[in-house]
């Protein structure tokens, strides 16, 4: 087929008055050619070669991928991993392939972006970013790494921190984080569809929030919103964000550690919110942010130390699971449902509103958090159960108190339960540290028994000399300036005790 161009050339030298021999002279081509050209319309476009391509096998596969929004590198895996039909053609002819399909679906209007501006105070938009390959030269170093990255839509003030994880914790913990550092509480904040923010959708594709999440915005009184199902645009202000920060703070820069990362970070957000006008708004975002924090919601008292809600049931050992870890309650709350609150050091668990246990965060997996005194019903009838839960409890104070009492219960196994119920006695009425610091003194003199612990915190304290810089706390607890001090006062107190055991003898012999 001859091109739009000849043609016309052939239609106006005809117009002209020359004959087909002239014009096929002319133009190069058969006479033939020039009649049969003339008889067509001057706008006839060729036709197209249809070939059969390799990839018209997955058209239809294709097509529903595209609808599912796809990647293409996940297109092309799954093409060349089909039992049926496996493709092995290369990955540029897989790419125009659905390139072409692709831009042959035209937009339909409820698919244009619409742009659109948020009020003082009203909307505050999150999301996270992840990094793989994260250049950090300390060694040892794991190479992810996620940022929490939040922004206001009015001011364009922005909002990054970095984490090993994604968690719940993590996420609420860090959306408190941006509200200490905005100063205050907008009216929305949305989300995407997160799994720490929305478990899933109802009959009527209404959010189905996470419990923790839905509690933290009724109790810093904002409104959670989720973007629609495959609708990430909808927060489309954090997503630019996101490739802000990959493109802008990460790019070209190395980081010696996490807190060298932290500082980094640190340094940038004042930069791009204090010294740079926005390109949208042309002003500065910190400009922006002092109009808007009059808009904003107070942060509450909690912000600070804020428990995020948990609900725990108690199981038939008198222990609730919580991050891998059990922790004690008392006995009477067995099979009930408890509100836990779960700070950034301790765990308080509430049943009716009350205050039923508190306990530290273990920062290991799988550990027992125990109070004998939540069991002290059981006791009554187990009483050998007392014993086994002081001592459990005594060698759960450090890695050394668990030595001694090993060393305790090998040597005086006769005496083991007298002797555990005077330690954890004493441990009550003694400030842990000065407790575990007596247990590591009598053990440095291998002295094992709780009348030398008692010994060496009956010493009056009075106030310690100056440490060196090497020297650790444990050296000079509560007034124990000298170890000679220590290991007289103990030999005084067995030469008291021998001697007030043989008066005794001679007193019953003369009996």
Not at 116 to 141: C, I, K, N, S, Y
Not at 359 to 380: I, T, W
Not at 409 to 432: D, F, G, V
Not at 476 to 501: C, I, K, P, T
């Amino acid at each position: 087929m001859l091109h739009f161009m000849d043609r016309a050339t052939i239609y106006y030298l005809k117009q002209k008055g020359w004959s087909n021999v002239q014009i096929a002279e002319f133009t190069g081509h058969h006479r033939d050619t020039i009649a049969k050209v003339l008889k067509e319309p001057v706008d006839q476009r060729p036709k197209q070669r249809e070939r059969a391509s390799v990839l018209d096998v997955f058209q239809a596969q294709i097509s529903a991928w595209l609808d599912e929004h796809l990647p293409v590198i996940c297109m092309l895996e799954k093409a060349r991993s089909d039992p049926d039909h496996p493709y092995q053609g290369s990955e540029t002819a897989f790419y125009d392939y659905v390139r072409k399909r692709r831009r042959a679906r035209q937009p339909s209007p409820r698919e244009v972006a619409l742009r659109f501006e948020g009020m003082p105070g009203e909307f505050l938009q999150v999301d996270w970013g992840e990094v793989r390959d994260l250049p950090l030269t300390h060694a040892g170093e794991a190479r992810t790494r996620y940022f929490f990255a939040a922004r206001l839509k009015y001011s364009r003030f922005m909002f990054v921190q970095f984490h090993r994880n994604m968690r719940e914790e993590t996420f609420l913990r860090s959306l408190i984080d941006c509200f200490l550092a905005i100063g205050g509480v907008p009216w929305v904040v949305v989300t995407d569809n997160m799994k720490t923010a929305v478990l899933g959708r109802d009959a009527t594709s209404q959010p189905i929030w996470n419990p923790a999440y839905q509690k933290l915005a009724a109790e810093f009184k904002f409104l959670p919103e989720a973007c629609a199902p495959a609708a990430g645009n909808q927060k489309g202000s954090v997503e630019n964000l996101v490739k802000f920060v990959k493109g802008n703070f990460l790019s070209g820069r190395s980081f010696h550690d996490d807190q060298d990362l932290a500082e980094q970070v640190r340094e940038w957000l004042t930069q791009v919110n204090t010294e740079r006008p926005n390109d949208a708004t042309r002003a500065f975002p910190a400009t922006l942010l002092l109009e808007e924090q009059s808009r904003f919601t107070p942060l509450p008292a909690s912000a600070q130390d804020y428990g995020f809600f948990d609900c725990v049931v108690v199981n038939r050992e008198s222990l609730i699971a919580l991050e891998s870890n059990h922790s004690s309650v008392p006995t009477h709350l067995v099979g009930r449902a408890l509100t836990a609150r779960v700070h950034r050091t301790h765990i308080d668990l509430f049943a009716d509103g009350e205050r039923v246990a508190s306990h530290p965060r273990n920062p290991g997996q799988h550990q027992r958090v125990l109070d004998p005194a939540h069991f002290e019903e059981a006791f009554k009838s187990k009483p050998r159960g007392r014993i086994m839960l002081y001592r459990d409890w005594l060698c759960g104070l450090s890695p050394e108190a668990n030595s001694y009492l090993q060393a305790l219960c090998h040597k005086r196994r006769a005496e083991m339960n007298q002797q555990i119920s005077l330690l954890y006695a004493t441990a009550q009425q003694t400030p842990r540290a000065d407790f575990v610091t007596a247990l590591e003194l009598a053990a440095e003199q291998q002295m094992y028994g709780a009348e030398y612990v008692q010994a060496i915190l009956a010493r009056p304290k009075r106030a310690a000399p100056s440490v060196s810089a090497g020297e650790t706390e444990r050296g000079h607890w509560a007034g124990v300036s000298r170890r000679e001090d220590v290991e007289r006062d103990l030999a005084l107190y067995e030469q008291y005790v021998a001697n007030r055991d043989g008066l005794r003898s001679t007193q019953e012999a003369r009996r």
